[in-house]
């Protein structure tokens, strides 16, 4: 029944529509070209990032994509705050709430509470920050809402900043504690540094000092897990104060350059106005006016240069001040009347602001007692129009009723015909999987009685043709030191021959390795190596002696298979062998400097068709990485059982 429903829906939908053009590969790459543009700017490009923006608002209005529209106009806004082009970032961010003031949608309503804390953020820096206080209020319920809790984060923090930064610590006290909560339960350590540090210098206006090392110091804690951040200069900047507050100058001044050589490395606009404040708080505190008077010289020339009416409002404040502290009365008379000049300025703008947003409520009243009246005209309408559609689906549903059940008779077969390809396939599958544990398992048996042969000739080597070659010796030990040379070479001949015997008894089956286990037994055989001159390096890690003999029996021969193709084939100068356990894997890799081969085109022989039986085995995965040249690497990966 859901079928059929959903395909009726999908005819009529079809037929009603169908001179609507389709949009979603022109829609997708819009949103592709702005997440492009974002991400050049989060990369500090905003030339590139303002390429991609206007290519995207090209798209949105050929299409007459509003959301699009509105996403471009956001893009455009963060461009034109990047390059400090204020006015022009206003208007953007106005465009981008006009644009999805309506929009019901998820992505519309987000969008619209992000572009209004945006805006709040550039509305500060022109100088007013009581409208951008109030639009950051305004932000709060719609990210809550929305149940963005990464941008509910980020606005309760800016509130908290604003607060802070209006020399108001107790009004920002709660949103700064809903952001520390909000940071702590997402975890990551550069959130809560963030956080930390904002509540360091909460409690640093509140001149609670205790508590404002204690979120210092847990910033402190969570930039040590980051390892290098941009955050250290911040962290630095406040513990200057905060050790300035406690009397320690000399640490306060040395905090000072560490902030100003971490904000070298990482330059930031906002960190370096927050440095020199500082530097103008701790040079105060310590009564060296000379250097707090250049911190403060510093704010000001910058702040003029960006045109940032809080900063500027702030430095001429400090330099008059500074000025009369130091006796230079002149230079504090003059600071304090530009200080007075660009306040009364700004309360002006500010006024101005007020005036302007009272026209615009008017207008937007004006506008919707228009289309509420425009609505009433048309409600007939659409009322004929649903009714025409009505019966249209009544139509569609006549016409295409038949046509729907020979498709799902179509559809049913179909997917019998499938279903039953599948089964055959998984079938052939598992006869495939069967048989190919029957091999393997038939291979492991042979290798096993390999085994079992190797050790029944290695003790009768060893017991009986060894025990007879020692009772020669030892005739041949007495002739050879009464009766002279020819006893003696023949004497020495045959403790070569028993030197070369008990070597071959133990390549059979080593001895070692039911004694000490695996880890000495691997020494103990690329020593051999080593002694017939063959450069072989063996490095073994936290191998285990619990390893059931027949797993350890098996890891030896793969690893002594692997070592015998590098001399035998490989022409190498030098080999590598590495044997490490972590947990219940064993990882083996043997490496070479020989001629290499074409690890693609390799076929299996005895050597490494007896390693690959074993590593299957073991439930092991093996890795072979070689080119004519270049050597060859081999990594294997065991399971124990």
Same mark, same amino acid.
Not at 115 to 126: E, I, P, W
Not at 241 to 268: H, M, N
Not at 511 to 518: A, F, P, Q, V
């Given at each position: 029944?859901?079928?059929?429903?959903?395909?009726?829906?999908?005819?009529?939908?079809?037929?009603?529509?169908?001179?609507?053009?389709?949009?979603?590969?022109?829609?997708?790459?819009?949103?592709?070209?702005?997440?492009?543009?974002?991400?050049?700017?989060?990369?500090?490009?905003?030339?590139?990032?303002?390429?991609?923006?206007?290519?995207?608002?090209?798209?949105?209005?050929?299409?007459?994509?509003?959301?699009?529209?509105?996403?471009?106009?956001?893009?455009?806004?963060?461009?034109?705050?990047?390059?400090?082009?204020?006015?022009?970032?206003?208007?953007?961010?106005?465009?981008?709430?006009?644009?999805?003031?309506?929009?019901?949608?998820?992505?519309?309503?987000?969008?619209?509470?992000?572009?209004?804390?945006?805006?709040?953020?550039?509305?500060?820096?022109?100088?007013?920050?009581?409208?951008?206080?109030?639009?950051?209020?305004?932000?709060?319920?719609?990210?809550?809402?929305?149940?963005?809790?990464?941008?509910?984060?980020?606005?309760?923090?800016?509130?908290?900043?604003?607060?802070?930064?209006?020399?108001?610590?107790?009004?920002?006290?709660?949103?700064?504690?809903?952001?520390?909560?909000?940071?702590?339960?997402?975890?990551?350590?550069?959130?809560?540094?963030?956080?930390?540090?904002?509540?360091?210098?909460?409690?640093?206006?509140? %001149? /609670? =000092?205790?508590?404002?090392?204690?979120? #210092?110091? &847990?910033?402190?804690? $969570?930039? +040590?897990?980051?390892?290098?951040? !941009?955050?250290?200069?911040?962290?630095?900047?406040?513990?200057?104060?905060?050790?300035?507050?406690?009397?320690?100058?000399?640490?306060?001044?040395?905090?000072?350059?560490?902030?100003?050589?971490?904000?070298?490395?990482?330059?930031?606009?906002?960190?370096?106005?927050?440095?020199?404040?500082?530097?103008?708080?701790?040079?105060?505190?310590?009564?060296?006016?000379?250097?707090?008077?250049?911190?403060?010289?510093?704010?000001?020339?910058?702040?003029?240069?960006?045109?940032?009416?809080?900063?500027?409002?702030?430095?001429?404040?400090?330099?008059?001040?500074?000025?009369?502290?130091?006796?230079?009365?002149?230079?504090?008379?003059?600071?304090?009347?530009?200080?007075?000049?660009?306040? %009364? /300025? =700004?309360?002006?703008?500010?006024?101005? #602001?007020? &005036?302007?947003?009272? $026209?615009? +409520?008017?207008?937007?009243?004006? !506008?919707?007692?228009?289309?509420?009246?425009?609505?009433?005209?048309?409600?007939?309408?659409?009322?004929?129009?649903?009714?025409?559609?009505?019966?249209?689906?009544?139509?569609?549903?006549?016409?295409?009723?038949?046509?729907?059940?020979?498709?799902?008779?179509?559809?049913?077969?179909?997917?019998?015909?499938?279903?039953?390809?599948?089964?055959?396939?998984?079938?052939?599958?598992?006869?495939?999987?069967?048989?190919?544990?029957?091999?393997?398992?038939?291979?492991?048996?042979?290798?096993?009685?390999?085994?079992?042969?190797?050790?029944?000739?290695?003790?009768?080597?060893?017991?009986?043709?060894?025990?007879?070659?020692?009772?020669?010796?030892?005739?041949?030990?007495?002739?050879?030191?009464?009766?002279?040379?020819?006893?003696?070479? #023949?004497?020495?001949?045959?403790?070569?021959?028993?030197?070369?015997?008990?070597?071959?008894?133990?390549?059979?089956?080593?001895?070692?390795?039911?004694?000490?286990?695996?880890?000495?037994?691997?020494?103990?055989?690329?020593?051999?190596?080593?002694?017939?001159?063959?450069?072989?390096?063996?490095?073994?890690?936290?191998?285990?002696?619990?390893?059931?003999?027949?797993?350890?029996?098996?890891?030896?021969?793969?690893?002594?298979?692997?070592?015998?193709?590098?001399?035998?084939?490989?022409?190498?100068?030098?080999?590598?062998?590495?044997?490490?356990?972590?947990?219940?894997?064993?990882?083996?890799?043997?490496?070479?400097?020989?001629?290499?081969?074409?690890?693609?085109?390799?076929?299996?022989?005895?050597?490494?068709?007896?390693?690959?039986?074993?590593?299957?085995?073991?439930?092991?995965?093996?890795?072979?990485?070689?080119?004519?040249?270049?050597?060859?690497?081999?990594?294997?990966?065991?399971?124990?059982?």
């Amino acid at each position: 029944m859901r079928i059929f429903i959903f395909l009726l829906l999908l005819l009529a939908g079809e037929i009603a529509f169908a001179r609507r053009p389709y949009q979603a590969p022109d829609t997708a790459r819009i949103r592709r070209l702005c997440d492009t543009a974002e991400y050049y700017l989060k990369n500090n490009q905003p030339d590139s990032a303002r390429r991609y923006a206007q290519a995207a608002n090209m798209f949105a209005q050929q299409q007459k994509y509003e959301y699009g529209l509105a996403r471009v106009s956001y893009v455009m806004g963060k461009v034109y705050t990047r390059r400090n082009e204020l006015d022009s970032a206003s208007a953007a961010y106005e465009k981008a709430r006009d644009l999805t003031g309506k929009d019901s949608s998820y992505q519309g309503k987000r969008l619209y509470a992000l572009a209004t804390g945006n805006l709040s953020t550039v509305l500060g820096k022109k100088g007013f920050p009581d409208k951008e206080l109030q639009m950051l209020l305004s932000a709060i319920p719609l990210f809550e809402s929305l149940k963005d809790s990464a941008a509910l984060s980020v606005s309760m923090y800016n509130i908290a900043s604003k607060f802070i930064n209006a020399g108001q610590p107790l009004k920002a006290y709660p949103y700064l504690m809903k952001n520390i909560a909000l940071a702590v339960r997402k975890g990551q350590p550069e959130s809560k540094a963030y956080s930390f540090i904002t509540a360091g210098t909460l409690f640093l206006q509140l %001149d /609670s =000092l205790e508590s404002a090392g204690h979120y #210092l110091s &847990l910033a402190a804690h $969570e930039l +040590r897990q980051i390892g290098q951040s !941009k955050l250290w200069g911040a962290l630095y900047t406040y513990m200057a104060v905060y050790k300035s507050k406690k009397g320690a100058f000399k640490e306060a001044e040395q905090l000072c350059r560490q902030a100003e050589d971490t904000i070298a490395r990482y330059p930031d606009k906002n960190d370096a106005y927050n440095l020199l404040t500082a530097k103008v708080k701790v040079y105060t505190a310590a009564k060296k006016y000379p250097q707090a008077i250049a911190a403060a010289t510093g704010i000001y020339n910058q702040a003029r240069k960006d045109n940032s009416a809080y900063f500027h409002l702030s430095s001429l404040k400090d330099l008059y001040e500074l000025e009369n502290k130091a006796g230079h009365l002149q230079a504090s008379f003059n600071y304090l009347e530009q200080y007075v000049a660009l306040k %009364d /300025s =700004l309360d002006q703008r500010q006024m101005k #602001l007020n &005036l302007n947003d009272l $026209e615009q +409520r008017y207008q937007v009243n004006e !506008k919707q007692r228009s289309i509420l009246e425009l609505t009433n005209q048309n409600n007939e309408q659409k009322l004929a129009l649903q009714q025409s559609r009505f019966r249209q689906l009544v139509y569609l549903f006549i016409l295409t009723a038949a046509g729907l059940l020979l498709l799902l008779l179509f559809i049913t077969l179909r997917t019998r015909q499938r279903i039953s390809r599948q089964q055959q396939q998984l079938l052939e599958q598992e006869l495939a999987r069967v048989q190919q544990e029957k091999q393997i398992e038939n291979y492991v048996s042979m290798l096993n009685g390999q085994e079992q042969e190797r050790s029944r000739l290695a003790r009768e080597l060893h017991d009986g043709l060894g025990g007879k070659l020692s009772a020669i010796y030892l005739h041949l030990s007495k002739l050879s030191a009464e009766s002279g040379d020819v006893w003696s070479k #023949l004497h020495g001949q045959l403790a070569d021959s028993m030197k070369e015997l008990r070597h071959i008894a133990r390549n059979l089956t080593p001895e070692t390795l039911s004694r000490y286990g695996l880890a000495e037994t691997l020494k103990d055989y690329c020593q051999t190596l080593k002694d017939a001159g063959i450069n072989i390096i063996l490095q073994v890690f936290n191998i285990s002696t619990d390893i059931p003999y027949p797993t350890q029996l098996m890891l030896y021969r793969i690893v002594q298979e692997a070592i015998t193709n590098a001399i035998r084939h490989a022409n190498a100068n030098r080999i590598l062998v590495q044997c490490s356990q972590q947990d219940n894997i064993v990882y083996i890799t043997v490496e070479d400097d020989g001629r290499g081969f074409d690890a693609g085109s390799i076929t299996a022989g005895n050597g490494l068709a007896n390693i690959k039986a074993r590593i299957n085995h073991l439930n092991g995965q093996l890795e072979i990485r070689s080119f004519p040249g270049t050597g060859t690497i081999i990594n294997i990966e065991c399971k124990l059982p």
